[in-house]
Structure formats: C-alpha cells, structure tokens
C-alpha cells in the first residue's frame, strides 16, 4: 500500500495547484467567512446534538484526499455514540438520531468541514472524500480523482443529493449497490466536470449548492 501511495503521490506531483478552479487563497478567504457567518447556526447545531443524544458533539472519520492521504473529515454526529454498521447511509438507518434527521436534511452536518478547506484536507469544490474501503488507488479513475483535493460540493453532489433517500429504496445489498452502481457513477460526473473546470464553474457550484440548501430550509 506504501508503495502504491508513492506512485500515486508522484503522478499527481504537478496536479491540484495547476488546477483552473478557485485560487487556494480565495477558497480559504471563503471558508474563512463562511464559518463567522454561519457562527450562530453552528452553535444551535452544537447545542441540538449535544443535548439530544449522548456522546461528543463532533464526529471525525477518516476519509483518503489529495494523493492518497488520509485525513479526518469534521461533521456533526448525527448517529447514536457507538453505533456500528455499513460505512454509508441510507434515510431509514436507525442509528441516525432525530436530530440528525434534521442536520442531514438541510446539511447543516456538513458545515465544520469549512474548517477542513482551512487546514488544506479540502476545497470548496471538488469530488466528495471516500472512506478508505471504497477507494482504489491503482485505479485509473481514482488516480484522477485523488490528483486534486477533495471537496464539500461539486456536480455530482447535487446531482445524488438524495443519496440516502436512494439507497432506502434499495431491497438488496445496498453497500454493494453503492460500490458498483453509484461510486461509478459519482466518479464519471466529477471526472468530467474536473476536465472543463475553471474558476467561473466551481463559483456557479457554489451558488447552485447554497441555492439548493436554501431551498430545503424552506421547505
């Protein structure tokens, strides 16, 4: 595995910073004015899962980012303290609390990994972290993938928003379901979006990802 992530870590020696979307000092000035601007709603989020549920506040999970490397991925816990089961989730699971309901739905879960972008674990915008068992390093398109840092949107995002809603419809093995029919797909989306990225496309993800949380408080 060592051997592996140095391969990988020399194929994508020039990537990421020669990539054409948001400048790294902007994305940080963003994370940096998104976390003081949603200071409030982070709080009432911290008090809600602390209140209503037992165990810590934050939960870290290791997720592989940029050229390999492992990082600890900040959310709010959303399922009961010491729950076990399948790495993903679908919208029936029963370790997600009633609280967590809520956080998930309008993914107010998602906000301390602006502290992730800060760190440089990050971007704003860019394919999703995978947990460990779910990436292949000597795969192609992984190798892709893993050449840029990970980020808190990008269009396939959106477009599997409802993931969980998705997976609770499946009968069978939905972590089997999720490895061989919707990681793919997720992964051709970003790949293609990565190959006409540029500053003006990753800002109108944005916009459309705040557009699309806007509307889900709403409702």
Not at 23 to 39: I, K, Q, Y
Not at 187 to 206: G, Q
């Amino acid at each position: 595995m060592r051997t592996t992530r140095q391969a990988l870590t020399r194929r994508t020696e020039a990537s990421d910073e020669s990539r054409p979307g948001l400048p790294r000092p902007v994305e940080v000035a963003l994370a940096l004015a998104g976390l003081v601007a949603t200071a409030p709603l982070l709080a009432l989020s911290a008090l809600a899962v602390a209140l209503s549920s037992r165990g810590p506040v934050l939960f870290h999970h290791e997720r592989v980012g940029w050229r390999g490397r492992h990082f600890r991925l900040l959310k709010f816990r959303t399922m009961r303290h010491g729950a076990t089961g399948l790495e993903i989730s679908a919208a029936d699971d029963a370790r997600i609390t009633p609280v967590g309901r809520v956080l998930r739905r309008i993914k107010l879960d998602e906000l301390p990994q602006l502290w992730n972008v800060i760190r440089g674990d990050m971007s704003l915008v860019g394919p999703r972290p995978e947990v460990p068992r779910y990436v292949d390093v000597d795969d192609p398109l992984w190798a892709e993938v893993l050449s840029v840092r990970p980020g808190l949107t990008d269009p396939a995002t959106l477009r599997y928003r409802d993931e969980e809603r998705l997976l609770a419809s499946v009968s069978g093995d939905r972590d089997r379901h999720y490895r061989e029919v919707v990681l793919p797909a997720k992964l051709r989306e970003s790949l293609a979006y990565l190959r006409r990225r540029s500053w003006r496309t990753d800002l109108y993800v944005l916009f459309g990802t705040l557009r699309k949380v806007t509307r889900t408080e709403e409702r």
